[in-house]
């Protein structure tokens, strides 16, 4: 074996890929796949050495061939109130952030998927980062990983983490594949086992990544609306004057029926005197009224408003407690299921939109990658 054959890290293979890479690359069965997910994944175990059920000739072809590796921990952050923040050391001198959130009866980790991010919404720390590069697979899982290790996490009884939403640095749906993967290693039985309706994705709203999505995995769906009209909307989320949102509540409604009536969230963070206005949260209720009427079941649509949270230069508010109040009620009298995020972790900076890591490095050159990927992602939409 020559040098140049790097090892191959497993946490960049989901079930499909482990099943492939022992059958044609160790000539081994696929049970055997299974039993080292296991290891990786409810035990925690990286050192081929402790998994005691495999044998000793399989054993040494991994460590030749394999590693397991996830992402270093620069370090962890536990919060006042529960949260627990982890800072993962990425290649040159870059970093990104997981959060773990606890609540009653739940415990909720929001994942990152890119370093940094393209996208520019207004009102967003990563954004003020610029973007660097897409997560690999063993990147992202090895969030999980790394929180579900800390927590001492079990398998079905007694689950500390119990959801995951992708709702840290970067936009999921322009790194698709990896994340597609990731998400299915953490609903797998030999992964981390969750719930489909319990890993959520959220979207600032790539139309046809949705409906790619819609097809190719099985998980929950937010996307980031922030405000009812197209002018608003526009200015605070960029993404808008691509795919406008009449484009994106249709998108929304083909996935809702596709995955046999699954409910959408929308996420609506609330900015003092930008989008917080009683006429704008009737313009919002129209506007979901009408979701409703598209894809015709109760509750289709769910409102989670978000406390806008606060971030070195941004010229953003947080909207007050009164406003907020009001808000909603206009929505629940309208009809329309709707919920206010308490804030968590604001104290060690994990909060929504807090998330900035360490992103170097952003050079001219990547920024292209992103803009040449929303093209991609546009063409694929008009063929
Ligand atoms: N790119 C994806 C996922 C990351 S953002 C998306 O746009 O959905 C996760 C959520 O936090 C989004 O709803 C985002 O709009 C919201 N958010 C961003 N900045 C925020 C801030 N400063 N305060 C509150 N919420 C914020």
Known sequence: MTEAAARINLLDLDRE???HFFADNLGEK???AHQLMK?????????????????KALRAKLEERCEIVPPPVLFDKPSTDGTHKWLLGMDAGNAIEAVFIPDKGRGTLCVSSQVGCGLNCQFCSTATQGFNRNLSTAEIIGQVWTAS?????????QRKLTNVVMMGMGEPLLNFDNVVRAMS?????????LANKRVTLSTAGLVPMIDRLAEESDVSLAVSLHAPNDDLRTELVPLN??????????ACA?????????SITFEYTMMKGVNDTPELARELVKLMRKFGNTVQFADAAKVNLIPFNPFAGTRFERSGETEIRAFQKILLDGGVLTMVRR???????AACGQLKGQVMDRTRRQAEFQRRLLGEATSHAIA
């Open 17 to 19: 890929g482990m099943e």
């Open 30 to 32: 696929r049970f055997r």
């Open 39 to 55: 290891w990786i994944y409810h035990q925690h175990v990286t050192d081929f050495g402790q998994m005691t059920d495999v044998g």
């Open 149 to 157: 290790k800390h927590l001492g996490n079990r398998t079905h009884h």
């Open 185 to 193: 290693l953490m609903r797998d039985d030999n992964g981390f086992g």
């Open 241 to 250: 004057k691509k795919f406008p949102i009449a484009e994106l509540m249709a």
């Open 254 to 262: 083909r996935y809702a029926l596709r995955k046999k009536r699954a």
């Open 343 to 349: 804030t968590r972790g604001d104290d060690i900076d």
